[in-house]
């Protein structure tokens, strides 16, 4: 391991109100108020406020000229008591610790929701992939693997990929992992290529589950997919995987962005002919200028007048500036933690309901689940079976939530958290608290 950073109990500096709110404030402050919501032990609520640890490394590269610099990495681990850590790694130039363990916290809760017995982790590198050649990625990737892997393991902590990172990224991690071991042990992480090991089915679930989930509550709402319009923020694993399956399904996906900007066609666009993220970053933007199709900011787009709004690209894209003036009838969460607590409180007073992302893009960790069952019983499953089971799983996690949605009269979000915390403080309780 490289610098092993443990956590202490200071609390982290809070943003100031002209300040975007952190992924771990935002993540704190949806448990505090999850809590009122549910008898929760207090030591319980007090130990699921913090990180188990969080490891900080730092990963030298050898550039393509021959210069070295110095990357930090870092993996946050939240909790465990249900299973191994579990979360993807994240490769952004505005990777924090804080973001890390924000992160992390909701794959705890996405994984309760889903009955996944795993916990919650993230981690990441402080870099813009897009600045590295192939060769500087496979380098980086595997030497980080190299600073982490102490805390890293099929059992342990399982990685995932993120934004940033791709199926690639992860075979490279599992060789350099593989290598030290001395055998091949492809259930330390998933997101692999089939052909080493990995789902089928599992770069595009995530995105599907979005479609499954949005198609549940559009249903639930009396929204008519034919006639449902769409705006999807983000065209990466998670956005255009969602914006292409909802098209398939007959909604009018009417816009969709990349980090540049977005494009809009009140008609509905053809999202079938635009390259994913993963097929060619920026290219959402570049078909703009090859068409007459018209064009938008990312700010104009999560204001649009339509049906349904998708945010699946970044954090914090939802917030108090601009939540008055959403215009959407439903928010589906693609992304993690794209609406802050203040956004959603607008949000909430304006009657406008936010599924949120721990159910919504849940679909990504649970066929990562399927992954690692196939992994360790050495046998593969069909594309059907992983689809029959992702939407068997989805729906099943969807009424959940909707149950106490109606039960409690609660949001989306408190609904899919008193699912989650139930799940996770009985577990606290059956252990003895502090495992
Ligand atoms: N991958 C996964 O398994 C899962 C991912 N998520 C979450 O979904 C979100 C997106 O992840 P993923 O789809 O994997 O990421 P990708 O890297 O595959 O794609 C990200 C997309 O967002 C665009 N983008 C980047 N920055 C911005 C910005 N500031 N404003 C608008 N668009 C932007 C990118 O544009 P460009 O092409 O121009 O770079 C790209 O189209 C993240 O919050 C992630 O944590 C959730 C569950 C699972
Ligand atoms: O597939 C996984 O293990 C985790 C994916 C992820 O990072 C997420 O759901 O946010």
């Not at 509550?217 to 983000?234: I, K, M, R």
């Not at 969807?398 to 609904?415: C, F, I, K, L």
Request: glycine letters at 8%.
């Amino acid at each position: 391991m490289g610098t092993d950073q443990h956590v202490s109990t200071a609390e982290p500096q809070q943003s100031s109100s002209d300040e975007p709110e952190t992924a771990l404030e935002t993540a704190r402050r949806q448990l505090a108020r999850a809590r009122s919501n549910l008898e929760i032990d207090d030591a319980i609520h007090e130990r699921l406020r913090y990180p188990r640890a969080v490891h900080e490394v730092t990963v030298p590269l050898e550039r393509d000229d021959g210069s070295v610099d110095v990357f930090t990495g870092y993996r946050a681990q939240h909790d465990s008591v249900r299973g191994p850590y579990k979360g993807g790694l994240r490769y952004h130039p505005e990777v924090t610790r804080d973001e890390c363990v924000g992160l992390a916290m909701w794959m705890t809760w996405k994984c309760a929701v889903m009955d996944i017995p795993f916990g919650g982790a993230k981690g990441g590198v402080v870099v813009d992939p897009k600045s590295l050649s192939a060769d500087e990625k496979e380098r980086l990737t595997r030497r980080f693997m190299q600073e982490i892997r102490g805390v890293i393991g099929p059992t342990k902590d399982i990685p995932a990929p993120d934004m940033g990172t791709d199926p690639q990224t992860m075979a490279w991690l599992m060789d350099a992992y593989s290598m030290q071991e001395g055998e091949t042990i492809p259930g330390v992480v998933t997101g692999k290529p089939p052909a080493i090991g990995g789902s089928k089915g599992r770069e595009r679930a995530p995105g599907r589950s979005v479609a499954i989930v949005t198609r549940k509550t559009c249903e639930y709402f009396d929204y008519p997919l034919s006639e449902t319009t769409v705006a999807v923020q983000g065209f990466g694993s998670v956005g255009a995987n969602a914006a292409r399956l909802l098209d398939e399904w007959g909604a009018d996906v009417v816009a969709v962005s990349d980090v540049n900007g977005g494009i809009y066609d009140p008609d509905g666009l053809e999202v079938g002919a635009i390259p994913s993220h993963d097929e060619e970053p920026e290219a959402v933007t570049r078909y703009a200028e090859e068409t007459d199709v018209s064009r938008l900011s990312n700010d104009e787009l999560l204001e649009l007048d339509v049906d349904v709004l998708v945010p699946a690209a970044v954090g914090n894209v939802l917030t108090e500036d601009n939540a008055a003036a959403v215009d959407a009838d439903l928010v589906v969460e693609g992304a993690n933690g794209p609406t802050t607590f203040a956004a959603d409180a607008i949000l909430e007073e304006r009657e406008i309901p936010v599924v949120p992302d721990i159910l919504a893009n849940a679909g990504g960790v649970t066929v990562s689940y399927f992954e690692w069952l196939q992994d360790i019983n050495r046998r593969r499953w069909s594309l059907e079976r992983v689809h029959e089971e992702l939407d068997s799983e989805m729906v099943t996690a969807w009424n959940a939530v909707r149950e106490e949605v109606e039960q409690r009269d609660v949001t989306w979000r408190d609904g899919a958290y008193v699912v989650a915390l139930s799940r996770i403080a009985e577990a606290h309780d059956i252990r003895g608290l502090w495992p």
